[in-house]
């Protein structure tokens, strides 16, 4: 991917008439533009498969499609979307390509990456993943003391916790065989100790998930599961250890079997991680065939980005809407809000997924970035946060886009899922309509606020795979909008190194006034007079 002077010149000169645009539509109401045309929602709404994303509810009119559209192309989406499935080294600052749409390829699907066969690689783990998930489900795997297994506990952080943290929760009603499935992933030890007190060692596994293996929380957490181990009389720990990474030698020095190792590749970023051997607990919980066809579901959404041009695509075209309110009316923030209980854990997923990817402040070439990068994600599910913090959606002072998603369809009652949509087409009709009262400002509501309604039947591990893989891509899209790279995550390094310092510095004679600020200082001695 060239970034030539011409390149620079279209972008600059996109983004200057989208800024003339902006003053023109600025004061544009929704309600308008729906009632002076009739086909606005059916023209902005796209189906893939069974998902339909409707954007029809956003400050945006042909013009400003057009304008967003010549701004994707201009900043090279079509060129980054190849060079994303073709293997390139898109994640520059530390040389390596970013895969994971290939995890999810159907076997057979013909990749070769440095003269490996990429889906021969995926499919032999999948493989492996399945022979040990049917043996887990017949009780033939048992623990030290020849007892079958019965509980698996994850440990592990960030991408090696959320994604299958949150697939485990969302897919309860796909629950197969009888294997409980906890996680652990907090260096508090609260979590773990309330996870081991409700636990039988000789019937449990830990799943140690870290791509890197040296991860403190995960080492810490996993150090302490072989103590209890230990300490409940299952000295055999190989037999209640799985590793799931990318650096084999540690898992083994770490004393996890050859038969236990289950392995991915550096080319699979941490966050995007769940569709590899880190998607384990999911196949545990769900079975082999759901998380296969949780894989299937993102592989639809992988077809779709990389195959509709940018004005029928639609993470190119969520991305663009995002930068729209970010840009240019300043919106700080993004909500995603799920009508489904299933989804509850989606806003903390996708705020590792956009908030570790894109909150950047440094472009692909080094310098230092002016304009603004990714929003705030947050969120919480539909009805509870209508009597939450939608007050400040409807009527404070920040412009708030958001996303809702919307079963259409009850697992249990149709009825009270009625009454669920209601609430949730309600919401994003009143942000849009808002509603004027001349004679009392508190019952007045400015509107105009623009969402995005993504719907389906149920959520079923397919859905679900599409949803994630829709948000994976807009989150890149967004990324090289703002020539950032989404892939990599230096951030969190600093933070990790101050406390190794803190941890060595603790345990040392005296604390010495120099290597530290006062108020780290103050509270590092008040942490030892408590703890004397
Ligand atoms: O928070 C930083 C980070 O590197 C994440 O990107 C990653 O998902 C998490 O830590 C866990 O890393 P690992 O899987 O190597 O333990």
């Not at 021969?120 to 795997?141: C, K, N, P």
């Not at 300043?330 to 990817?357: C, F, G, N, W």
């Not at 105009?448 to 039947?457: D, E, F, K, R």
């Amino acid at each position: 991917m060239t970034d030539s002077d011409t390149d620079k010149r279209d972008r600059i000169r996109c983004r200057q008439e989208l800024s003339a645009h902006y003053e023109q539509i600025n004061d544009v109401q929704m309600r308008d533009m729906f009632s002076t045309d009739p086909d606005r929602a059916g023209r902005l709404s796209i189906r893939i498969d069974d998902i339909l994303v409707d954007f029809s509810k956003h400050r945006v009119n042909d013009d400003t499609l057009a304008l967003l559209f010549a701004l994707a192309d201009a900043s090279g989406i079509p060129a980054a979307v190849s060079a994303l499935f073709s293997g390139e080294k898109i994640n520059t600052s530390e040389d390596r390509p970013a895969l994971h749409s290939m995890l999810r390829a159907p076997a057979g699907y013909r990749f070769q990456l440095e003269g490996q066969d990429i889906s021969a690689l995926v499919h032999s783990q999948l493989a492996r993943m399945r022979d040990f998930v049917q043996r887990l489900h017949h009780g033939e795997i048992h623990g030290a003391t020849g007892q079958a297994i019965n509980k698996v506990v994850n440990i592990g952080i960030g991408g090696s916790d959320l994604g299958p943290r949150l697939a485990v929760d969302a897919l309860h009603a796909f629950r197969t065989g009888d294997i409980d499935v906890e996680f652990v992933s907090n260096l508090d030890p609260q979590e773990l100790h309330s996870v081991l007190a409700r636990s039988n060692a000789e019937t449990t596994m830990f799943i140690v998930a870290s791509k890197s293996f040296t991860t403190l929380e995960t080492r810490t957490n996993a150090d302490a599961a072989l103590h209890w181990l230990k300490q409940h009389a299952c000295p055999d720990l190989q037999r209640h250890i799985i590793a799931v990474t990318s650096n084999q030698a540690a898992a083994k020095e770490f004393g996890a079997g050859d038969d236990y190792i289950f392995y991915f590749w550096d080319w699979v970023g941490g966050r995007y991680s769940l569709w590899s051997s880190v998607g384990l607990p999911i196949a545990v919980a769900v079975g082999m065939d759901n998380f296969e066809k949780m894989l299937a579901g993102a592989h639809t959404v992988d077809t779709h980005f990389r195959t509709e041009a940018v004005n029928r695509n639609v993470p190119v075209i969520l991305a663009l809407l995002s930068l729209w309110y970010n840009h240019f009316f300043k919106a700080d923030t993004h909500a995603v809000i799920p009508y489904d209980q299933s989804l509850r854990l989606l806003p903390e997923y996708l705020s590792q997924l956009v908030m570790e990817s894109n909150g950047k402040s440094v472009a692909r070439d080094g310098q230092t970035i002016k304009h603004r990068t990714s929003p705030i994600l947050w969120g919480g599910i539909g009805t509870n946060a209508q009597h939450a913090f939608f007050q400040l959606l409807h009527q404070g002072t920040h412009l708030v886009p958001v996303d809702f998603l919307l079963p259409l369809q009850s697992t249990s009652d149709q009825a009270q899922q009625l009454k669920l949509v209601s609430n949730c087409l309600a919401q994003s009709e009143a942000l849009m309509l808002g509603q004027k009262n001349d004679d009392n400002p508190n019952k007045q509501f400015p509107g105009n606020t623009p969402s995005s309604t993504i719907v389906y039947n149920k959520l079923t591990p397919g859905v679900l795979g599409m949803l994630i893989a829709l948000y994976e891509h807009k989150t890149f899209v967004e990324a090289m909008l703002w020539d950032i790279n989404p892939f990599d995550q230096w951030g969190v390094e600093l933070g990790k190194k101050l406390a190794r310092k803190l941890m060595q510095d603790f345990s040392s004679s005296e604390i010495s006034a120099s290597q530290h600020d006062a108020s780290t200082l103050l509270l590092m001695q008040e942490y030892l007079r408590r703890n004397k």
